[in-house]
């Protein structure tokens, strides 16, 4: 007997735990299922996940330490990153976003994942969202500690060499203040 397929949709967090949905169950619910991650598309995520890191902390070199995240989706086809500014971003400036996401790239550096206490975090310097609500032990995301550490609970790369070539595709404004950068998939490693 051959198995049925559901797509299960992005997860939810709630009350701490991990959360799948679907709108469909199968006619006989009482039989095993088997749950299984689609091992292509994760990496892909995961490309784009590390990369927006490194974009957010290159946005924030270029344009200003007042840049700061404002939402993102990262699916296995395209990364888009709201931030926030307060003007278009010129080609020039995308151009030297790129060039050092790029080079963070060609640097192969170790993405190192620790969990913390959320106080041992902000005192690294990890950038917190605004607005993300955060227990008392944080995960810690680093990328090259000069650079990039971040709270964060996704999924990333070992090295940042996964990533491969970073191009921006497209950039313009959504909101008043925010701007929308979006990259498309890439070839990694993983």
């Given at each position: 007997m051959g198995r049925k397929r559901y797509w299960l949709p992005t997860p939810k967090k709630e009350n701490d735990l991990i959360i799948h949905f679907t709108d469909q169950l199968p006619a006989q619910i009482e039989l095993e299922v088997l749950a299984s991650v689609n091992a292509e598309e994760r990496a892909r995520i995961t490309y784009n996940h590390t990369a927006t890191h490194l974009l957010h902390a290159a946005l924030k070199q270029v344009l200003g330490a007042h840049v700061n995240q404002k939402g993102s989706m990262v699916s296995p086809e395209v990364l888009?990153?709201?931030?926030?500014?307060?003007?278009?971003?010129?080609?020039e400036e995308m151009k030297q976003v790129e060039n050092i996401v790029n080079q963070k790239v060609r640097e192969n550096?170790?993405?190192?994942?620790?969990?913390?206490?959320?106080?041992?975090?902000?005192?690294?310097?990890?950038?917190?969202?605004?607005?993300e609500k955060y227990g008392d032990t944080v995960r810690v995301v680093t990328v090259d500690p000069a650079f990039s550490i971040e709270l964060c609970g996704g999924t990333h790369v070992p090295q940042t060499g996964c990533i491969g070539l970073f191009i921006i595709t497209s950039e313009g404004a959504v909101a008043a203040g925010v701007r929308r950068i979006e990259s498309p998939h890439r070839a990694g490693c993983l």
């Open positions: 888009r990153f709201d931030v926030s500014h307060f003007a278009k971003i010129t080609d550096h170790p993405v190192v994942i620790k969990e913390m206490p959320k106080e041992e975090a902000m005192k690294l310097g990890a950038m917190a969202l605004f607005g």
